[in-house]
Every structure is written in structure tokens, then in C-alpha cells.
């Protein structure tokens, strides 16, 4: 297996298809998913499953103190099996720091629902089997074998949604849908780990835990992991916040907008990750070089968004024509929530940006600030208008995390100068 860092276009062309592919995958998932078990279920019971979802995603920031681009920083000086096995390793024991205040969540909720409790818990489990599949998964990515990835991932996934709906038609309880998706990520890793052995030899005797090693990469993750938790909590927290301050029937609703909001998102990560060894390269090649593919990148992508979401405008009332008249209610957060998507498209090369020139200590300040604006205006602004308080909340500060905030640092003025430039599409050149 050549392990080179230097890709064609076509191998990156050929790494964002696979992402998209399992994207598009996911998408008809969560189609299924909305019309199937969200209308089964309806509105209150299905915000249970969503308010413990969210939740687990909020405790899941201790996992991201070992972040996936300093982890692809080490491929290239260090042995890759080893490095795959304590990052691996790392994550693992950071799920299970997570699951331990999980349970601790589950003694504070004592009035909760027994079926929110159980949902909960069983979700932190199939946490940690996701920490078994990073490194691996890290290392394909790096070399643009996500191929390998999505196969893994997409099996496990339509194996769950085949369940999914065999619970429904059996008139189950919700909690079964929380054991499908264990039964699918364990699936999803079995065969990924499969693949990984197929296309790497691997003498097991010589893997060792190097804790020095998992040290350094958290120290090093630091930053971007912070800044990549609180982007977490603060995209999160509206709709853990909407179950606290009104209903889980509220999150149930909200959850069909945000649930709709990441199909329009689905390129967001296939392109960002792929896009991180281009970034590399162009670096090396110089600034005039980077700026320009910088720009060009930027420019294309904010504009793709742009296009997409004046498109799923068109398509959002046919959708919702297949679901129950309970959850209408989610349009307007969907179309409040899709101006900061184009922010987040928009931004899609910062953080790698700001990883390649050693400044992810400006994520963290951003993202922590961020997150603070975030948690004030969602407390207001829920007990004001609800469900689209919480969308303009945070919307509001995706806007000033992912562009307005460039502007305040001397590093990010770049970023700021490139992210405007995309939206002037006809620019006048001199």
C-alpha cells in the first residue's frame, strides 16, 4: 500500500465521490428515518429519542481532544499502524470518560422518563464502538481510501434501517431503535476492521500503548478540539435546550429541521476532509499559489450552497407532504437554520487553515465566545418565539463564529478577505 501524501486530481475527485456517495446514502437513511419512524412514533416520543441523541452528541466533545488533522500530521514521520493504534486507544478511554458522565446525567435526571434513560444509556455505548472505528477510518481518509470507510459504514447503516422499519411494522417500543443503531455501528466496525487488516499488514506483537504519544496528540488537539466542542454544544444545545425550557414534543419537531439541514449539509465534511491534502500541498507550493486555490475553493463552494438552498426551498413543501401535520411547524427553523448553513459552507476551509498555520488557538476563543452568544440568545429568544428562536439563535452565531469574527484577528483577516470574496461572485478585476 503506497502511502504517499502527494495526490492526482482525480484521487481527490475520486475520495470526495465516495464521501458524497455514503452522504447520499445517509440521506435516503434519514428520509426513511423522518417518514417512517418520526411519523410512527410522532412528534413527542420521537423528541425523546432526539433529546437523548443530542445530549450524547454533547458529551461526545471529550472524545474530539484527539483531533483527526493532527492525527494526519503524524502519518508522515511516524509508523502508521502505530499511530492508527493509540490514537484508537486514546479515543476508546476518552468514550469511556464520556459514558461515566453520562451515567452521572442519568442519576441527576430522576423524574425522566424510563425509556428516555434507557435511550440514553445505550446511545453512550454505541459511542465507544464509533471510538473503535476513528484511526482506522482516519488513516483511509488520509490516503483517499474512503472508500474503504463508506462501504463499512453504509452496510452497517442499511442493515439499521432495514430494522428500523421491521420495528415499526412489530408496534415496538422507541428503545429498540436506540439497540438498532448499536447493532449497526458494530456492524459498520467489524467490517471496516476487516478491510483494514485486508489492505495493511499488521504485526500485532509490536503494537504498543504509547502514552506519551496519545499525550502529545491531545495537547496538540487541544485548541481545535475545544473550538470543535463548543461548535458541538453550541449547534446542539438548541434543541437540548428547547426539551429543557418547553417539550420533548418541541425537539421532535425541531429535530425534522435539523435533520433536514444535514442533507443540505452533506458535502460539508466529504469536501473538507479530502480538501485538508490539497490545502498541504498548495501551502508548500507558496502564498500566491494558496491564495488563489484559497479563493477559487471558497468562491465555488459558497456558491454551490447558495444554489442548494434556494433549490431545497422548492423541494421542502413536497417532503413535508409525506409527513404528520404536527411537524409543518418545522419549516421555518428549516429555512431560518439554512442561512447558516451557507455560512458554514463558506467557512469550509478555516479551521484547516488555521490547523496548517498554527493558529487553532483562535478557534477556541471564537468557538468559546460563540458558544456563551449562543446560550444567552437561545434562553431568550426559545421563551420568545420557540422552536424559531432557537433556529435564530443559532444561526445568529454561526454568522458571527464562522465569518464576522475573522475580522478581529490579525491571522484571520486573510480568511475574512477570501470568505468575502466568495460571495462577490462578479467581481470587477483590476
Not at 466496525?189 to 502514552?211: A, G, H, R, S
Not at 496538540?220 to 446542539?236: D, F, G, N, V
Request: hydrophobic share 55%.
Amino acid at each position: 500500500m503506497n502511502d504517499s501524501n502527494t495526490y492526482s486530481k482525480s484521487a481527490v475527485i475520486q475520495n470526495i465521490s465516495w464521501l458524497l456517495f455514503d452522504k447520499l446514502i445517509l440521506i435516503l437513511s434519514n428520509l426513511i428515518i423522518i417518514f417512517v419512524v418520526a411519523n410512527y412514533y410522532g412528534a413527542e416520543k420521537y423528541g425523546i429519542f432526539q433529546y437523548a441523541t443530542n445530549i450524547v452528541l454533547m458529551l461526545e466533545v471529550i472524545v474530539q481532544l484527539i483531533d483527526g488533522r493532527i492525527v494526519k500530521k503524524k502519518y508522515t514521520n511516524l509508523n502508521q499502524n502505530d499511530v492508527v493504534f493509540n490514537v484508537s486507544f486514546g479515543k476508546l478511554i476518552l468514550s469511556i470518560i464520556a459514558l461515566i458522565f453520562g451515567i452521572i446525567l442519568l442519576f441527576l435526571f430522576k423524574n425522566s422518563e424510563k425509556t428516555f434513560k434507557i435511550i440514553l444509556f445505550v446511545l453512550l455505548f454505541d459511542s465507544i464502538i464509533k471510538s473503535f472505528r476513528f484511526g482506522m477510518e482516519n488513516r483511509f481518509d488520509y490516503l483517499l481510501l474512503s472508500k474503504r470507510t463508506v462501504i463499512a459504514c453504509d452496510l452497517g447503516l442499511a442493515v439499521g434501517t432495514i430494522l428500523q422499519i421491521i420495528v415499526v411494522g412489530l408496534n415496538l417500543n422507541i428503545t429498540y431503535i436506540a439497540y438498532i443503531q448499536v447493532l449497526s455501528s458494530l456492524i459498520g466496525l467489524i467490517i471496516l476492521f476487516l478491510q483494514y487488516c485486508f489492505n495493511f499488514q499488521i504485526d500485532w506483537k509490536k503494537l504498543k500503548v504509547d502514552i506519551f504519544f496519545i499525550k502529545e496528540i491531545i495537547i496538540e488537539s487541544i485548541p481545535l478540539a475545544i473550538a470543535a466542542a463548543a461548535a458541538t454544544i453550541y449547534t446542539k444545545c438548541d434543541s437540548v435546550m428547547l426539551g429543557s425550557l418547553l417539550s420533548t414534543k418541541e425537539v421532535g419537531i425541531y429535530s425534522i429541521s435539523s435533520k433536514l439541514i444535514s442533507m443540505l449539509q452533506l458535502f460539508l465534511v466529504p469536501i473538507q476532509t479530502t480538501l485538508f491534502v490539497k490545502l498541504l500541498e498548495w501551502y508548500k507550493q507558496g502564498a500566491n499559489v494558496y491564495k488563489r486555490n484559497y479563493v477559487k475553493v471558497t468562491t465555488t463552494i459558497t456558491w454551490f450552497a447558495i444554489m442548494g438552498t434556494i433549490c431545497s426551498f422548492v423541494i421542502l413543501p413536497f417532503i413535508m407532504r409525506f409527513l404528520k401535520q404536527e411537524y409543518f411547524l418545522a419549516i421555518k427553523p428549516y429555512k431560518i437554520l439554512s442561512i447558516g448553513t451557507i455560512f458554514a459552507y463558506n467557512a469550509i476551509l478555516r479551521s484547516s487553515h488555521l490547523t496548517l498555520t498554527g493558529n487553532g488557538k483562535i478557534l477556541l476563543y471564537v468557538q468559546i465566545i460563540t458558544l456563551v452568544i449562543n446560550v444567552i440568545l437561545n434562553y431568550f429568544f426559545i421563551r420568545l418565539w420557540g422552536m424559531n428562536g432557537a433556529a435564530i439563535a443559532t444561526t445568529i452565531s454561526q454568522g458571527i463564529s464562522l465569518f464576522v469574527s475573522n475580522i478581529f484577528f490579525d491571522d484571520t483577516k486573510f480568511i475574512f478577505k477570501c470568505q468575502y470574496e466568495a460571495f462577490a461572485i462578479f467581481k470587477t478585476k483590476n
